[in-house]
């Protein structure tokens, strides 16, 4: 802005307001200028106050931008705003600044304690409503509870950047600004520092002008006389002039003459809050606009680059560009580098640009580097247009004591937080790892989601665990929310679990819940919520919600093995529910609809499952578990009343556990399929014993019996009934491998007497034998031996010989 107002009272100069867009290279390197220049005895910047007490952090040599400013309600750390500073961004230019020349710098933006308060009763007052993500220039938004990047902004009626772009006869107000300030300052030092800044301030003027019939936006009103208010007071502190950094969009408004009764009278009666305040890591993807940052930017590793590189930007960047495409593969050679220079330039000056730009830059590595393909133009925007970098704040800022044990633990166990999503492989039997497989699943106990479960690659068993790790700026305001449970992520950890193991809402909750308390690493947790489990247990009566909760204790019992944890109260717990299950479940199957049936199949199969790994527990009272299932599974095989797709399942789990004679399973499917039962119910039947994913398929295509008992009851099947029996048959077969199919239609094509060939001695389909091949067989067993981890001889060691590899076929 205008750099010099000599007409202030007793010929002190008046302030030098110098209007920006946040987070711009141009702006920011103009205001390093402005400020050389002009050498003020104060700067004010545009922030929360409150803040004031953090700004020496800002010199600390272990501070890295992007960071943030971090406001939470004392009371509602969820109610939080965040304050991003990029390197590039003007205000923290102007931080250093002073810093560096030990002048005196104060954020003079309407306190935090009454932004706060104040959005909240205004998200109280119009909940529901949508919101406008429109954004003045040059002003930042602060964001709502649980959303540090996308805060609601006052609606506007005009972009002020769209209006300046219009009137200067350009369409792309990005591109616009972009020429004008951004791409400024590469090799042309000369000029006046202070003369954008005050070009600047008369067009902002003037659109503010045209909005003064329809009023301002009344916050826009409350900030601005607040920050004349502090800028009266630091004209009065300085007689070397004071410097004001703020958006561009305010600066008319501090220049204009109001009295400080009609500014303190705007202030009267605001709400108010008590609010913290420190400094946090933030990323380059936050201050994305594509991440929801209202005010943000498209291109903010680009604009890291335009700040960073001394001259020649476009030849480093391309450099960079090329650097990445090779890693990754591409070949890129300088020779395209040369080129992609060139095109860039040339595409600059045909585009009227000062400076070959993003667009000019992207255009130029599609066209050379990438063969025109946007495919690993994609790669390029993510990591360098956009980019993960993550700042670092001192270990000296504030924090609540949660976030400063969590950063003890994370030292501890060389666990750093990266904005970049990457797999981590535990081995829970090496006791650094475990630590930090408890470490995550504490913090997910706590609403803090730094990593998120992932299937484990090449194992199953217990003792491995794989996370997909991801830290976000915003897990910091998770983090002060979970300190109101404690001051150490234990002990927060274990007083969330057992807050959570009171209000949960039923018995599957709960035992999901000590499972976590396990894997977490929780025993005092624990006594609690089996407390409440046992008690829940003994209260429900439904079958479901009890089936439901049975498979998560009995997994809960596996992890304990591997984490060294006392389980025998939970096997206790495990038993009596799979007791009353067993009890329950043939008076629960009874008369059930469609879909109640298909919902009572999905709790056999999970219940069968626990049992498995249940085994014949220890506990006391509750031995032969295993064997009390399969007499539960025979009664539910045999009752008339239980649904054909839970009957069709208890024969099918009954014959893969080796209870059943394929001879009785086939006797079971002909009773099912014959002609005195309804076609719906013997479709049923078949989708239970041979649907769901289970292996049905294969079972068919190697037992000709109950393939030909299935075929025989369908072609059987009344025409005015197929209709109704086809869908289930349909959503049963679809379930099956591509190959499966093809081989069960080939099976069907040929007819009864080509099957009986191929199973007795027909050589007629290839790939199905008469006898067993034991040479080729024989041929596996290296193999078998470097699975099982054996030396020597395999037939010694494991008692396998060919003949024991029945069904192999090469």
Known sequence: MTGTDRGGAGGAPGPLLLGVRHHGPGSARAVRAALEAARPGVVLIEGPPEADALI?????????PPVALLAHAVDEPGRSAFWPLAEFSPEWVALRWALEHDVPARFIDLPAAHSLAWRSAEEQDAEGAEG???????????????????????????????????AAGHDDPERWWEDVVEHQGHGD?????????????????????????????????????????????????????????????????????????????????????????????????????????????????????????ADRPVERWLTKVAGLLRDEGRIVSPAHVIEAVRLAGTLAVLRGRPLAGLGETTDAVRAVMCDGSDVPLALVRDRLVVGDVLGEVPAGAPAVP??????????????????????????????????????????????????????????????????????????????????????????????????????????????????????????????????????????DTDVGHLARALPALVRSLRYGDVRGTDTGALAEVAAGLAERVFVGLPAACAALDADAAEEMRGHVDAVHGAV?????????????????????????????????????????????????????????????????????????WIEGFVGGGSGGGLLLLHDERLLALVDAWLTGVAAEAFTDVLPLLRRTFAAYEPGVRRSLGELVRRGPEARGRVTTAGPGIPGFAAGLDTERADAVLPVVRLLLGLEGNATARTGLDGNDLVGVDA
């Open 189 to 309: 030092g000369d000029g006046d520092a202070l003369a954008p800044f005050t070009a600047l301030e008369e067009a902002m003027g003037a659109l503010r002008e045209t909005e003064e019939g329809g009023g301002h936006d009344e916050r826009d009103l409350v900030r601005e006389a607040y920050m004349r208010l502090q800028l009266r007071a630091a004209q009065r502190e300085s007689a070397r002039g004071v410097a004001v950094v703020c958006g561009a969009w305010h600066v008319p408004a501090l220049r204009r003459r109001v009295t400080a009764t009609a500014d303190r009278a705007l202030l009267k009666g605001l709400p108010r809050t008590k609010v913290d305040l420190t400094w946090v890591p933030w990323t380059h993807r936050r201050l994305s606009r594509s991440g929801g940052y209202g005010a943000g930017i498209e291109s903010p590793g680009w604009y890291a680059h335009l700040f960073g590189a």
């Open 402 to 539: 949660l976030q400063r044990d969590l950063a003890r633990v994370q030292r501890r166990l060389r666990l750093k937080p990266e904005p970049q999503r990457r797999e981590l492989e535990l081995d829970l039997r090496k006791d650094t790892d475990a630590s930090r497989g408890r470490l995550l699943h504490r913090l997910r106990l706590l609403g803090v989601g730094w990593g998120e479960p992932a299937a484990s690659r090449g194992s199953t068993g217990t003792f491995r665990e794989t996370w997909r790790l991801r830290w976000e700026p915003e897990l910091s305001v998770r983090v002060a929310e979970a300190g109101v449970w404690g001051t150490t992520v234990l002990a927060a950890a274990t007083a969330k679990a057992e807050a959570d193991a009171v209000t949960a809402r039923d018995l599957a909750e709960v035992t999901a819940l000590a499972e976590r308390c396990l894997l977490a690493g929780l025993p005092d947790a624990l006594t609690p919520v089996m407390r409440i489990l046992a008690d829940r247990a003994a209260l």
């Open 612 to 684: 498995g790994l249940l085994g014949d527990t220890s506990a006391p009272g509750h031995g032969g578990l295993r064997s009390r299932w399969q007499e539960v599974l025979r009664t539910l095989s045999t009752r008339d009343i239980v649904p054909g797709v839970v009957r069709g399942r208890a024969v099918r789990l009954l014959l893969d556990d080796g209870v059943l004679a394929a001879d009785e399973a086939a006797r079971f499917m002909g009773l099912a399929l014959s002609r005195g039962t309804p076609p719906a119910d013997a479709a049923a």
């Open 56 to 64: 020496p952090l800002a010199a600390d040599e272990d501070m890295r």
């Open 132 to 166: 406008e993500d429109t954004e003045r220039a040059g002003e930042e938004p602060k964001a709502g509870p649980g959303d540090p990047s996308g805060a609601s902004a006052p609606e506007v009626r005009v972009d002020p950047l769209a209006a300046l772009a219009g």
